[in-house]
C-alpha cells in the first residue's frame, strides 16, 4: 500500500524546510502519501492551517511573472495592477476551492420513512473549468435516486453542495460526473443513481471552433437504472424538455 513509501521523501532538513515554496512542502506530502494529484483530485488533507494563505501569496508571485511575460505593465495600468493578486485568490478560493477545501459536512439520516419511490433534484447548476484550458464549463445537472430502505437521506441542498465541491476544481466533464457519483453513490447508497449533465465548454465557443451552441452531454446510470430500462425511461420522461 502507499505508506511503504521511503520516509526519507518526507523528511526536509530544517534549512530546506525553510526556504522551500509552499507548494513544494504541500506536494511532497502528498507524494509521500501515495496520492494521486491531478487537477481533479481533492488534496485539502495535505494543507496544514495557514499554508492556503502562503499558497495564495505563492501563486500571486507568480501570476505576475505570467502578466510580465504577457509584457502587461501593471504598474502603470490600474486595471492590471492587483489581477495577479485577484486571479490567484479566484483560483484557490473560489473557481477551484474544491482542490484545496475539505469535504462538506453532510448528514445523513436513515430512510425512516422507508421511501421508495423515484426522486429527481434538479437542476443544479454546473460552475466548472475545463482542465485543458481553464475555461468556464456552465450547464445543468440532474441527479435520481432510487431509494432502498437502507438508503440514508440527505436534504436536496446537499446535492447541490456534493456538486459544487467536485465542480469546483479543473474538470473533464466524463470524468466529473463519475467523481460526483461515486461520492454521491458512498453517501446515500441508494439502489440506482442517475446522473445527467448538460454543460456549455467555453473552450469551444470562445476559442478554438468557437461553436457558441454546442453542448456536451453526460450520462451516468448505476444499480436499478442500468437494469430497469422502464425506470430510466420515467427518469428522463421527467426531465424537463430542454434540460
Ligand atoms: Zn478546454
Same mark, same amino acid.
Given at each position: 500500500m502507499t505508506q511503504s513509501k521511503p520516509t526519507t521523501i518526507i523528511a526536509a532538513t530544517a534549512s530546506q524546510a525553510a526556504t522551500e515554496a509552499v507548494s513544494a512542502r504541500i506536494r511532497r506530502r502528498v507524494e509521500a502519501a501515495g496520492q494521486r494529484f491531478s487537477a481533479n483530485d481533492?488534496?485539502?488533507?495535505?494543507?496544514?492551517?495557514? =499554508?492556503?494563505? @502562503?499558497?495564495?501569496?505563492?501563486?500571486?508571485?507568480?501570476? &505576475?511573472?505570467?502578466?510580465?511575460?504577457?509584457?502587461? !505593465?501593471?504598474?502603470?495600468?490600474?486595471?492590471?495592477?492587483?489581477?495577479?493578486h485577484r486571479i490567484a485568490r479566484m483560483y484557490l478560493k473560489e473557481v477551484f476551492e474544491g482542490r484545496y477545501k475539505a469535504a462538506p459536512p453532510i448528514t445523513e439520516f436513515p430512510n425512516a420513512e422507508q421511501l421508495n419511490e423515484l426522486?429527481?433534484?434538479?437542476?443544479?447548476?454546473?460552475?466548472?473549468?475545463?482542465?485543458?484550458?481553464?475555461?468556464?464549463?456552465?450547464?445543468?445537472?440532474?441527479?435520481?435516486?432510487?431509494?432502498?430502505?437502507?438508503?440514508?437521506?440527505?436534504?436536496?441542498?446537499?446535492? =447541490?453542495?456534493? @456538486?459544487?465541491?467536485?465542480?469546483?476544481?479543473?474538470?473533464? &466533464?466524463?470524468?466529473?460526473?463519475?467523481?460526483?457519483? !461515486?461520492?454521491?453513490?458512498?453517501?446515500?447508497?441508494?439502489d440506482g443513481l442517475a446522473l445527467i449533465m448538460k454543460s456549455t465548454h467555453f473552450c469551444m465557443s470562445w476559442r478554438g471552433v468557437k461553436d457558441k451552441d454546442s453542448k456536451m452531454i453526460n450520462s451516468v446510470m448505476r444499480g436499478v437504472f442500468l437494469k430497469d430500462a422502464t425506470l430510466r425511461r420515467e427518469f428522463l420522461a421527467l426531465l424537463p424538455r430542454e434540460y
Open positions: 481533492n488534496i485539502a488533507e495535505f494543507i496544514e492551517p495557514g =499554508e492556503l494563505d @502562503a499558497l495564495l501569496e505563492e501563486v500571486t508571485g507568480k501570476m &505576475q511573472h505570467v502578466l510580465d511575460s504577457l509584457v502587461i !505593465d501593471t504598474e502603470q495600468d490600474h486595471n492590471t495592477a492587483q489581477t495577479a426522486m429527481i433534484v434538479g437542476p443544479i447548476t454546473v460552475r466548472s473549468a475545463c482542465s485543458h484550458h481553464f475555461c468556464p464549463i456552465m450547464g445543468n445537472l440532474w441527479v435520481g435516486v432510487m431509494p432502498n430502505e437502507h438508503t440514508n437521506v440527505i436534504g436536496l441542498s446537499k446535492y =447541490e453542495r456534493l @456538486a459544487r465541491w467536485i465542480m469546483s476544481r479543473p474538470q473533464i &466533464q466524463e470524468e466529473a460526473i463519475v467523481q460526483l457519483a !461515486d461520492l454521491i453513490q458512498h453517501k446515500t447508497k441508494p
